[in-house]
T-cell receptor, first 111, second 114 residues
Framework: DAKTTQPPSMDCAEGRAANLPCNHSTISGNEYVYWYRQIHSQGPQYIIH???NNETNEMASLIITEDRKSSTLILPHATLRDTAVYYC????????????FGTGTSLTVIP | DAGITQSPRHKVTETGTPVTLRCHQT?????MYWYRQDPGHGLRLIHY???????DKGEVSDGYSVSRSKTEDFLLTLESATSSQTSVYFC?????????????FGPGTRLTVT
């Protein structure tokens, strides 16, 4: 099973880049890395996913190491609205579309 | 929330009573999921459905049952609610099997069992 490890909390100054790390040392070659976030009391929101290459979309960038054992989600210019819990997920079950969310990283963006 | 509604949004019930939570989607997505979220545990999958009348257990299925008679509705039932089932429940949907795929989440139902 590929599991993920994230720091429980981080702070970031408003306007600066937020870099959220994730370790997934047992990931298999065909498993994607997904990032979701959850703003207080709301349902989780998809951010980005990647397999081997770095990915970028309108919300964030995802940097995956060459050995695929870790990744970093980058929010280039953090705003107060980016304060949320961020989940790094690797799907571990192939009998269904099951995600295992874990406890994530609580990011606080400071004015 | 990607055309997903959950009802009720808040409910307080007594131990031993049956409770049914409803998830309704307007996206015609095939896959639907029920999660619960508790402090210190993140989100944990309860049950999921991969089509009408096709469901399976997730990580924490004990004490819960589900039904899906229509593509758009996925019901979660607590046959006899217990205080340990006090939680926030989220429904999610997705439209494909096999990676990569996204799950879209509903707004959640806060359930309190007294």
């Amino acid at each position: 099973d590929a599991k993920t490890t994230q720091p429980p909390s981080m702070d970031c100054a408003e306007g600066r880049a937020a870099n959220l790390p994730c370790n997934h040392s047992t990931i298999s070659g065909n498993e994607y890395v997904y990032w979701y976030r959850q703003i207080h009391s709301q349902g989780p929101q998809y951010i980005i996913h990647g397999l081997k290459n770095n990915e970028t979309n309108e919300m964030a960038s995802l940097i995956i190491t060459e050995d695929r054992k870790s990744s970093t989600l980058i929010l280039p210019h953090a705003t107060l609205r980016d304060t949320a819990v961020y989940y790094c997920i690797v799907r571990v079950d192939y009998t269904g579309n099951q995600f295992y969310f874990g406890t994530g990283t609580s990011l606080t963006v400071i004015p | 929330d990607a055309g997903i509604t959950q009802s009720p949004r808040h409910k307080v019930t007594e131990t031993g009573t049956p409770v049914t939570l409803r998830c309704h989607q307007t996206e015609n997505h095939r896959y639907m999921y029920w999660y619960r979220q508790d402090p210190g545990h993140g989100l944990r999958l309860i049950h999921y459905s991969y089509g009408v009348k096709d469901t399976d257990k997730g990580e924490v299925s004990d004490g819960y049952s589900v039904s899906r008679s229509k593509t758009e509705d996925f019901l979660l039932t607590l046959e006899s609610a217990t205080s340990s089932q006090t939680s926030v429940y989220f429904c999610a949907i997705s439209d494909r099997y096999g990676e990569p795929y996204e799950q879209y989440f509903g707004p959640g139902t806060r359930l309190t069992v007294t």
